[in-house]
């Protein structure tokens, strides 16, 4: 099918609810912060495979599970499928978002990543601390004799991750730490920073400090970076849900090598049509 045709079909078949969502999205995190760090959303183009054939929906959000949870849930609302699991073509490959009966959505997040030198993070000249059955490394975060000094976990799930175990998230120094951590010259591509607070082995409060955003409603990747770490240090069962700011996200792995799946909810906010012209 050309591009034309594809875009005919997009004139058909878009609708502005998942963009309203990701607008209202915007409002909200302005609203909690009183000014907006960050005002770019993520723009994915991603062809449906129906028995009916293709059909290209564009979707603007801004994290990962809630990014699919809206897809699923227009694909499943519009009767653009039958199907419970959907193979997605996108950039990064093939993404299978499944409806669960409750209306929620599971996503394969892929393997997370240990190796320091994907991540990447620099660890020259450091040694890494035992920790449960992994490690941690500790970070200066200043250049003073009274600096705080962090333990993080890293890891990738396909953008860095640098946890530390907080005893209360809602005090967690988020608003300090944040910036030093995402700008430590030991992550050369800068670094999301998230804070943990183990509530019980199935249970975590978490906060997420962005690379190039600031501090979020709720992060994805971060989600399951902070469990995927809680879970290699000896914290948490293989199934834990998380909670954020803007919701509860389940996260669940098997241990390495297995792919992280991330469960979450949709809700349609409202619809309408929107009017995109020929091509030249």
């Known amino acids: 099918m050309s591009l034309r045709s594809r ?4 004139r058909r078949y878009l609708s502005v609810g ?21 005002l770019l959303a993520l723009l994915l183009s991603a062809i449906v495979v129906t028995p009916a054939g293709y059909a290209l929906h564009t979707l603007y959000t801004f994290g990962a599970v809630f990014s699919w949870s809206r897809f699923m849930r227009f694909v499943s609302e519009h009767k653009l499928t039958e ?15 499944s409806m669960g009966a409750d209306g929620r959505v599971t996503v394969d997040m892929g393997a997370p990543v240990f190796d320091t030198a994907r991540v990447p993070f620099d660890t020259a000249g450091l040694d890494p601390q035992p920790d449960g059955g992994w490690q941690t490394w ?3 975060l200043g250049t003073h004799a009274d600096s705080a000094i962090v333990a993080l976990a890293v890891l990738s799930m396909g953008n860095p ?18 910036p030093q951590i995402e700008h430590h010259p030991r992550f050369p591509q800068r670094v999301n920073a998230g804070f943990m607070q183990v509530v019980d082995r199935t249970h975590v ?14 992060c994805g990747t971060g989600a399951c970076a902070a469990v995927v770490a809680g879970i290699r240090l000896g914290l948490l069962e ?4 998380v909670q954020t700011h803007g919701g509860v996200l389940t996260i669940g792995w098997e241990g390495e090598g297995n792919p992280v799946l991330m469960t979450g909810p949709a809700t349609t906010v409202f619809e309408g049509d929107i009017e995109v012209p020929e091509l030249p």
């Not at 999205?25 to 912060?33: D, K, Q, T, Y």
């Open 205 to 218: 409060k978490l906060r997420v400090f962005e690379r190039g955003a600031g501090e979020t409603l709720a």
């Open 18 to 38: 998942v963009i309203c969502a990701a607008l209202h999205n915007l409002i909200v995190i302005s609203a909690a912060w009183l000014g907006l760090h960050y």
């Open 238 to 241: 293989s199934r834990v849900d």
């Open 83 to 97: 199907k419970d699991t959907v193979r997605v073509q996108t950039l990064a490959g093939v993404i299978e978002p």
């Open 161 to 178: 991750h640098a946890v530390q175990v907080v005893d209360n998230v809602d005090t967690a120094p988020v608003a300090r730490q944040g």
């Open 7 to 10: 875009l005919a079909e997009l």
């Open 138 to 140: 500790h970070l200066a």
